[in-house]
């Protein structure tokens, strides 16, 4: 039997729907995490955002009564996501200017969220809305729910692929907003036109598309530049790359660096001195060096001061940002980088560490990266990194990083997350000595030991003939004195119950997330510092509380928690291939690939089996879908059982993650109509629960457990717990599945 023309057509619309919603939420992603401060809290806030939106969305959706002028509704809506989507992004780009927030700065948190939930609301309100008035509408025409998510999840499968390796970096966003937009405004035209929903015959309307295609180029380069300005006053240069944004501000000779919102430095600053000279100072005849992000800030000039240094490898994984400093740096900055002493490479800083064990050792190794306050970023700051960057020193060499500081007060939160960076590096180092300075605390760390007099400093300064404008005899002499030295010590050495920072359990990401919270509400921090109280006994207590109160509703519940532990073990892949393999964009794509993939595959696969079958029909399901439900929580049990012994008694291969996330999204794509028929089947459902109706609240169900997962699993439960009992949380989710469907059975 061929599929009616209606059909095919609500599959396209479902298609460009998912599209539309995955390009909407990495472009909204990005822009967002270029206004406020990007770390794992807000990336997980606005993830969560998002879900939730897009839930209450499905579940109004599935309480309207479809009728003839739902398809109308349908073609308006598309319409609209094409003026949505640009107006969204203006907006998040305005918001500093709104609230009288100087660009760069840090946003009060409340203000913040709320500027969050409004951006967000209109087009995941609207999406969440479209999905589930275009499933209702294709289970009235013959299909079944599992096409439908498997034609919505194909669509952002499609999207997530062109965006990740084809437009971004070439494309502004409000280019591809308007581009999207387009093609969403020509199948809205053709569904008001036909009264269906087929519009590609139609010549003149694939006339207006490519036209408002042809113009999203250039009104979208104008747009583009027009609203950057309101966040950087004497912009010079704006330029997105696959790893962020980055703009360039100046005056005169003065040049400020902004990467996703934030200060990198100024061109006048003198913190580059500090950063390069400390360790280059503490060591005798430094000739090799490593250096591992920052050499546009002034590290790698500073660096090539010193005449005794014959090489000087430098590791930057943005390539954009070569370009930005040869464009806007001033001369004799930008020329470091064509210095014949010089080997340049755009790759993960911790990649490339492990491709140096069987070359020449380096005297100098320094970690020129902001603080640890991704999960990526986090990698360069565990002991495991530590043992690999000490392989690859010198007999005498030394190693070097700098985290924030207050040189009155730290205050708890910054104890936690120096101490444990301090007591990590000394796991792994016999000698370990802090200097702080104002605002930054730098750390040296080596098996030599290491100078404990000023003099030595200041007489290796003078004789090396570099001139500086900080680091001076007279500062050197203040920075390095033995008794500000050992205050230092007992500060980090005193803080009680802070844990190392490992691969597998990344604990200072979220002693960074407590003091970013410090800064904003001081008291607060005091308060979540401290973890030893998250244990996943509690964590076992709560979730079996929560299946208790769930049993009323056990198939959305078990929906709840397949969403749940399939965003968790998302989180967990995407954070252990970066440990085990580094951070490789390319194959960073190809994970999110497959685990939309499987969504595709999964919701297939259950529509297939459970088409047409409802609860009265002379014709019961081949399966029984209840104990099909059952199994899929089995299956997710034994998925976080099984990524746990995968990421910690082996080290896995790069293939085997995206095996485990094909699996993951198979199994969360599964339930979806695995549950509707498991309602609509049932003896118990009522007369009025056809498959159409039951679509809003499962997807509900599936996106408000992605919701939880998204901030949970980043912010807490990875941090805290870490993998390993990561991975059993995932596996409870699935018990817990299990369990609120005994009840029904």
Avoid at 103 to 120: D, E, F, H, T, W
Avoid at 412 to 426: E, F, K, M, N, V
Avoid at 489 to 511: A, C, G, H, M
Wanted: glycine share 10%; proline share 5%.
């Amino acid at each position: 039997m061929t599929l009616s023309t209606r059909l095919v057509s609500l599959l396209v619309v479902l298609v460009a729907i998912g599209l539309t919603s995955i390009f909407g939420q990495l472009i909204l992603l990005r822009e967002l995490v270029a206004v406020f401060y990007g770390n794992e809290l807000i990336l997980g806030l606005i993830l969560a955002t998002w879900m939730a939106w897009v839930a209450i969305g499905a579940w109004s959706g599935g309480r309207i009564r479809i009728q003839e002028r739902t398809h109308y509704g349908l073609a308006t809506g598309l319409a609209m996501t094409a003026l949505l989507l640009p107006i969204q992004i203006a907006v998040s780009r305005a918001s500093h200017r709104l609230l009288g927030v100087t660009p760069g700065a840090l946003m009060p948190l409340p203000p913040m969220i709320l500027n969050l939930v409004l951006i967000l609301a209109p087009l995941c309100l609207l999406l969440g809305r479209l999905f589930t008035l275009s499933a209702r509408l294709l289970v009235a025409a013959g299909g079944n729910a599992g096409l439908a998510y498997a034609a919505e999840s194909l669509g952002a499968l499609v999207g997530g692929v062109i965006f990740s390796f084809l437009l971004v970096g070439r494309l502004d966003s409000f280019q591809i907003a308007l581009g999207v937009g387009a093609v969403n405004l020509a199948l809205a035209l053709g569904i008001n036109r036909k009264r269906q929903l087929f519009f590609w015959k139609n010549l003149g309307i694939a006339v207006v598309a490519l036209a408002l295609l042809g113009a999203a180029l250039p009104l979208g380069q104008w747009l583009h530049r027009s609203s950057v300005g309101w966040q950087y006053r004497g912009l010079l240069f704006i330029r997105d790359s696959p790893y962020g944004r980055i703009a360039i501000t100046g005056q005169g000779e003065q040049r400020a660096f902004f990467v996703n919102g934030l200060l990198f430095f100024e061109t006048q600053g003198t913190s580059a001195e500090e950063i390069a000279h400390l360790p280059l100072l503490a060591h005798p005849s430094p000739r090799r060096v490593l250096l591992i992000g920052g050499g546009v800030s002034g590290t790698l000039v500073e660096i090539l001061r010193h005449p005794s240094i014959q090489s000087v490898h430098y590791v930057e994984l943005d390539p954009v940002l070569i370009v930005a400093a040869r464009a806007e740096l001033p001369s004799d900055q930008a020329a470091a980088l064509d210095d014949p002493r010089l080997t340049l490479a755009h790759q993960d800083g911790r990649l490339y560490v492990r491709q140096q064990r069987q070359l020449s050792p380096f005297d100098v190794v320094i970690l020129d990266l902001p603080e640890p306050a991704t999960g990526q970023l986090n990698r360069f700051y565990t002991q495991e990194f530590f043992a690999e960057v000490h392989s690859i020193l010198a007999p005498n060499g030394l190693f070097a990083l700098h985290l924030p500081w207050q040189e009155n007060y730290p205050g708890p939160a910054l104890q936690y997350l120096d101490g444990s960076i301090y007591r990590t590096l000394a796991a792994e180092f016999a000698n370990i000595m802090p200097f702080p300075s104002g605002g930054q605390l730098t750390l040296l760390a080596s098996d030599a030991t290491l100078p404990t007099k000023a003099t030595t400093w200041t007489e290796r300064l003078r004789e090396r003939g570099i001139e500086t404008r900080w680091v001076v005899p007279s500062v050197l002499d203040y920075l390095v004195r033995i008794d500000r030295v050992k205050e230092a010590q007992l500060l980090l050495e005193t803080v009680s119950d802070v844990r190392l920072n490992r691969d597998l359990t990344p604990i200072s990401y979220y002693y960074d997330l407590a003091a970013w919270l410090f800064r904003l509400y001081g008291g607060l921090s005091r308060w979540i510092a401290p973890v030893s109280f998250f244990q996943l006994g509690w964590l076992v207590l709560l979730l079996a509380a929560v299946a208790i109160l769930l049993r009323r509703w056990p198939v959305p519940a078990a929906v709840g928690f397949t969403g749940l532990a399939g965003m968790t073990l998302e989180v967990i892949l995407l954070f252990g291939f970066q440990v085990f393999h580094g951070y490789v964009y390319s194959q960073i794509g190809l994970l999110v690939t497959a685990f939309m993939a499987g969504l595709v595959l999964g919701a297939l696969v259950g529509g297939r089996w459970f088409a047409g079958h409802r609860a009265g029909t002379s014709g019961r399901p081949r399966l029984n879908p209840l104990k099909v439900l059952l199994r899929t929580q089995g299956g997710v049990f034994f998925l976080g059982i099984g990524c746990l012994v995968s990421l910690v008694l082996w080290k896995p291969p790069a293939w085997i993650f995206p095996f485990l996330l094909l699996m993951a999204g198979t199994l969360t794509g599964l339930v979806f109509p695995v549950a509707v028929a498991c309602l609509t089947t049932s003896e118990r459902s009522k007369p009025d629960q056809e498959p159409a109706g039951l679509i809003g609240i499962l997807y509900s169900a599936d996106l408000a457990g992605g919701c939880l997962g998204a901030i949970l699993a980043s912010v807490w439960w990875l941090p805290i717990l870490g993998i390993p009992q990561t991975c059993l949380v995932v596996a409870l989710f699935g018990l817990a599945g299990f369990l609120v469907l005994l009840r029904k059975g």
